[in-house]
């Protein structure tokens, strides 16, 4: 396993939870990675992303104010916290591991996957 996601679990409405992501260091140094997400019925959606330094940063409009993406390289591990949680982010959690140094919002654009953590959040 390459990418190891964990933190997921079942908060209450205006909750908070953070998840990790643990890589080894061939694929993280030098790569920009992200977090997308999937609820059943849906197609996977981007959530965050964050360039290989961590110098940018990037949002999907519904987490932007909510959500913050970090990473610690020493670690090889990057950290999506999520704050003001609500009904509608219930979803599977993945983290990737994009091409190249900065990610993007496609699928496509990501090389490795984590095994995705679930999130839920109650009303």
């Known amino acids: 396993v390459q990418l190891q996601a964990s933190g997921g679990g079942l908060v209450q409405a205006g909750g908070y939870l953070r998840l990790s992501c643990a890589s080894s260091r061939r694929i993280f140094s030098n790569n920009g990675m992200g977090w997308f997400r999937q609820s059943p019925g849906k197609e996977r959606e981007f959530v965050a992303g964050i360039t290989w330094n961590g110098g940018s940063k990037y949002y999907s409009d519904s987490v932007k104010g909510r959500f913050t993406i970090s990473r610690d390289n020493a670690k090889n591990t990057v950290y999506l916290q999520m704050n003001g949680l609500k009904p509608e982010d219930t979803a599977v959690y993945y983290c990737?591991?994009?091409?190249?140094?900065?990610?993007?919002?496609?699928?496509?654009?990501?090389?490795?996957w984590g095994q995705g953590t679930q999130v839920t959040v109650s009303s």
């Open positions: 990737a591991a994009a091409r190249g140094s900065i990610p993007g919002d496609e699928t496509n654009e990501y090389r490795y």
